[in-house]
């Protein structure tokens, strides 16, 4: 593994690099609002895409990197994104078809500025559909409005959206749902969450 940080508008970002020897393909995750990379759900879907042939980067937002709590604007989360991912899709990901991603607020991050990457599909782990008890405040259209495959793994008893409070996909849609035992965390079961990444990167990432 190595590291590489890229400077952004709102700091430098950081990118910890798990290289395939013969990479397929590349996928990119970013953590969570109050986690970070160490996350199980990361780290199971890291270890199924070096098993299935892709390169992953996980990466830490400026604010991470800075040592601070509080997340920033998601304007802000964005451009720092979309900043790092083009430096490594110009560099250490040259020319390899990509996945982004990210759990809960890194999902909502790589569904925002999906077109915008160049992404060729898109991973959702524990997609925080609504805060929890407020399924009135849905982030769905953030899901689909992304028109690449996407998957969304999502915990069943997560109080931030459970497998069935997702409604139906928009028409043409390749958004697909895994529902894998466990809450936000996806630590029930991480063999279920890194099944579910296995079996669906392949084709993603052939679909390019």
Known sequence: MSTREVETLHGPARAHLHPAEKPVGALVLGHGAGGGIEAP????????????????????????????????????????????????????????????????????????????????????????????????????????????????VQGEKDPFGRPEEFGNPPSGSQQSLAAVPGDHGLKADTDAVAAAVRDWLPGAVARR
């Open 41 to 152: 759900d990361l780290v199971a879907a890291t270890e199924a895409a070096g098993e299935v042939g892709l390169s992953v980067a996980l990466v830490e937002q400026p604010y991470m990197v800075a040592g601070k709590k509080a997340q920033p604007a998601a304007s802000k989360l964005d451009e720092a994104w979309v900043a790092l991912v083009e430096a490594l899709r110009g560099g250490e990901l040259e020319g390899l078809p990509l996945v982004v991603g990210g759990r809960s607020a890194g999902a909502r991050v790589a569904c925002r500025t999906a077109a915008e990457t160049g992404a060729a599909a898109v991973l959702c782990l524990a997609f925080p559909l609504h805060p929890p008890g407020k399924p009135e405040r849905s982030r769905e259209a953030e899901l689909n409005e992304v028109s690449l495959p996407t998957l969304v």
